[in-house]
């Protein structure tokens, strides 16, 4: 590898126990249902500190680690936090405070809960934003947009704060590139900011569109020109809502890879067919087998030919995905071509593959896999979430044990992942 790798925080040093998971070849069968998108939710949960009203959230994923600290936040500001089975009701004890006071983990949402306190409060200040490390992932677009609505931010050796006595005011936002947080974040303080807010080139996505939902729901004026701007009216107030989060694509493609690179047959019910319309078109001309129904894809394991792909945003191929078309790639005889436009370079794990056998290589930006072979089990680690769920399904096709250290990442984004994986006839064992 031709880049400086980046290094997971240690479990004990990020707050969460040190979970091996130990996965044995297994072929997956059966029915498994995707829960809520994780990159819906958190931001579904930041925008309830924009009212002192309740919000509802539906189809919550309850056993997400991220949801789990992003719920313990807003109970530190203020809010009444409680599950029930699939749902979560947001209420408020009392009004939030302007600084987010927050020892544990943090998380990259904390600069979407950093604009909601200014909008509300006039004050914000959070703890510097955590998350998987992808490289050169700055914030410099939130400090952007947030001094375009009017506010003075200021960054400290472990702390972003920002300042609006006045409230924020609407303003024009021009963003440079299509970034889904700070997409986010300009819709979030837009809100409540004084008069209308035009945000220039966002990235519209199944993401932004839920929140957008929601956020119309609560009483906010926002209007959607596709992917050249979203226009919202400030509002002084908004009320609570009833909302239902949209089903995990990341989960529903984990599924429908590993049932095609184990040669199963497994039934993904409440498949976000939609939203992965361009992934899907690559991964049919890799050979995978699907059937779609009414509200579920019937995915049957076969023969996978190479992929090429470049990552792109949406509709298009994100960054997320690309560790998983990575390992259907190495089940795929002959050389697979990946290249990541959004984070270059983004391609660590590969070492980790190439410890159960993948044969991998990088000439400039573009990842470079030779498949076909046969894996074999070895120790492993998780340097992020994505890359620890890539492991955990080539460990379904290696010969003996694959043992996934740090695999407490997978939890940040997969809920109930074990649990599931079992009843789809997997072998994995938990330690820790």
């Not at 990946?338 to 930006?365: S, W």
């Not at 070895?378 to 620890?388: F, M, Y």
């Amino acid at each position: 590898m031709n880049r400086a790798i980046p290094q997971p925080r240690a479990a004990e040093d990020a707050g969460e126990p040190d979970t091996r998971y130990l996965v044995e070849a297994s072929r997956l069968q059966g029915s498994v249902r995707v829960s809520g998108a994780k990159n819906s939710v958190l931001r579904l949960m930041a925008a309830s500190l924009l009212t002192a009203e309740p919000v509802r959230l539906t189809r919550y994923p309850a056993t997400l680690r991220d949801a789990q600290v992003q719920k313990g936040m807003l109970e530190a500001l203020g809010k009444h936090c409680s599950v029930a089975g699939d749902t979560l009701l947001i209420e408020e004890g009392s009004a939030p405070p302007g600084r987010l006071v927050w020892p544990g983990r943090s998380i990259r949402n904390t600069l979407l809960i950093l604009g909601v306190l200014t909008a509300r409060t006039g004050f914000g200040e959070v703890p510097m934003p955590g998350g998987c490390q992808l490289g050169d992932r700055k914030h410099d677009l939130h400090v952007m947009l947030l001094e375009r609505l009017g506010a003075r931010v200021t960054e400290g050796p472990d702390f972003l704060r920002a300042e609006a006595p006045g409230g924020l005011t609407g303003a024009e936002i021009h963003l440079p590139l299509r970034s889904t947080g700070a997409t986010e974040n300009a819709l979030l303080c837009a809100t409540l900011a004084r008069g209308r807010t035009v945000i220039w080139g966002p990235h519209i996505r199944p993401e932004i569109l839920d929140l957008v939902a929601m956020l119309r729901r609560m009483g906010a004026g926002i209007e959607v020109f596709g992917q050249e701007r979203i226009e919202v009216a400030g509002v002084e107030a908004l009320g609570g809502a009833d909302h239902d989060v949209i089903p995990d694509n990341m989960e529903a493609l984990t599924w429908m890879i590993g049932a095609a690179i184990t040669g199963g047959e497994v039934e993904i019910v409440d498949f976000p067919t939609r939203d992965l319309e361009v992934p899907l078109v690559f991964l049919k001309e890799s050979g995978l087998r699907h059937f779609t129904g009414p509200d579920s894809v019937l995915v049957r394991g076969g023969a996978c030919w190479p992929v090429e792909i470049a990552t792109g945003p949406y509709p298009g191929i994100n960054s997320d995905m690309q560790p998983l078309f990575a390992i259907f790639g190495a089940m795929s005889p002959g050389e697979s071509r990946i290249v990541d436009l959004r984070f270059p370079g983004r391609y660590a794990y590969a070492q980790e593959l190439a410890r159960l056998g993948v044969k991998v290589r990088t000439v400039g930006d573009v990842l470079h896999v030779t498949g076909g072979r046969q894996l074999h089990g070895a120790t492993v680690r998780a340097l992020d979430l994505r890359a620890g769920i890539t492991l955990a399904l080539a460990g379904l096709v290696a010969q003996g044990v694959t043992e996934i250290r740090d695999a407490w990442q997978v939890e940040r984004g997969y809920d109930r992942f074990v649990e599931k994986l079992r009843g789809l006839g997997g072998r994995i064992r938990v330690d820790g």
